[in-house]
């Protein structure tokens, strides 16, 4: 009777296929592959852009280093470098989280201009004109210091001019919307 891991006969007799990092590497996948319980045959890709941009030695290395329970997320985070190096080889995913905290900063700004619009809403509702025996077209009766220099024309508490560019909103690139007239 063979031993089922004993040469290329083994194969045959339904043994599983090499892992995908002994497939791209064209060698024979050991019984204790450090890579197929990660890289499994039927995803070729993940380990080709994790070899590419690591290498399977310097792969191998580090999983050997680590304990078992914490291999499972050091795949996941080197499949993830990897692929974003292959989207975008200069920045990685660093370009990504930067193109996201830049859109963050974008709405956070657009936050920031809806609840002081809310405010100036509130405020503008709980003073109405007619308790203070102010006339609407009286200089002093908006509260807004801005307003005694505008004149008879009332102007609001908040109002601040700032535009922003929505054309860049979704960008993944590095690059988003920019606000003029803010800073």
């Known amino acids: 009777m063979k031993d089922n891991n004993s040469g290329s006969g083994s194969r045959k007799q339904g043994a599983p ?24 045959a039927d995803e070729p890709q993940k380990f080709a852009n994790v070899h590419k941009v690591f290498g399977a030695s310097n792969v191998s290395k580090m999983l050997q280093e680590l304990p078992l329970h914490q291999r499972g997320d050091a795949v996941s985070s080197m499949v993830y470098e990897a692929n974003a190096r292959v989207r975008d080889p200069v920045y990685g995913c660093v370009g990504a989280i930067s193109s996201l905290q ?20 509130r405020v503008r509702q709980s003073a109405p004109l007619s308790n203070h025996g102010l006339s609407p077209a ?11 220099f505008v004149g008879s024309q009332a102007k609001p508490i908040f109002d601040m001019d700032m535009t922003v560019d929505q054309s860049t909103y979704g960008e993944t690139c590095g690059h988003a919307g920019l606000i003029s007239g803010f800073y």
Request: include cysteine; proline fraction near 9%.
């Open 102 to 121: 830049q859109q963050i900063d974008v709405l956070q700004a657009q936050l920031a201009l809806a609840q002081a619009e809310v405010v100036h809403l």
């Open 17 to 40: 296929s090499p892992c995908a990092a002994c497939k791209l590497l064209r060698r024979r996948c050991a019984q204790d592959c450090v890579f197929s319980p990660y890289f499994p």
């Open 138 to 148: 009286s200089p002093s009766n908006s509260g807004s210091p801005s307003s005694k």
